[in-house]
């Protein structure tokens, strides 16, 4: 299932991301855990992540979050650019990142072509096409 959290189309129907978006599963790790106690992602990208939250965050609100690449830890500084409740009381929260450590977008990059070679091999293999969250697990497998 994929949720869409905010409108992601501007005024004259043109795309407001600046990347693409993967609903890709990574594991991630808020600083301040004081401001989000539960967390699952929805999606991530080169530019920005939306996950779901338990507690409300605020339009502007900044905050560090740690995110596991090719088998490295990266640092990113984000700001909340929407927050929406949604009806199982949780949060949809959409955020970009204010600065990316060098490496991070290239190691991005990187990830998602080997999550996608793993759906092509399981795709020929195994005669079952994945979603590309079902092959981020089963590549997530493999390296952790």
Not at 26 to 32: A, I, R, S, T, V
Not at 99 to 126: A, L
Request: glycine share 4%.
């Amino acid at each position: 299932m994929r949720l869409l959290w905010y409108n992601q189309t501007d005024m004259n129907g043109k795309e407001r991301r600046k990347d693409k978006r993967y609903p890709a599963v990574y594991p991630l790790q808020l600083k301040e855990e004081d401001l989000l106690k539960a967390l699952g992602m929805i999606n991530v990208s080169k530019s920005g992540i939306a996950f779901i939250s338990s507690r409300p965050v605020n339009k502007n609100d900044e905050f560090c979050l740690e995110i596991f690449l090719k088998k490295r830890m990266f640092n990113l500084r984000m700001t909340v650019i929407h927050s929406m409740l949604r009806k199982d009381g949780f949060y949809s929260v959409g955020a970009k990142f204010l600065d990316t450590p060098e490496g991070f977008k290239e190691n991005f990059e990187k990830e998602i072509n080997e999550i996608m070679r793993v759906n092509r091999e399981h795709s020929r293999y195994q005669k079952k096409k994945l979603s590309f969250e079902e092959a981020s697990r089963e590549y997530l497998k493999n390296i952790l």
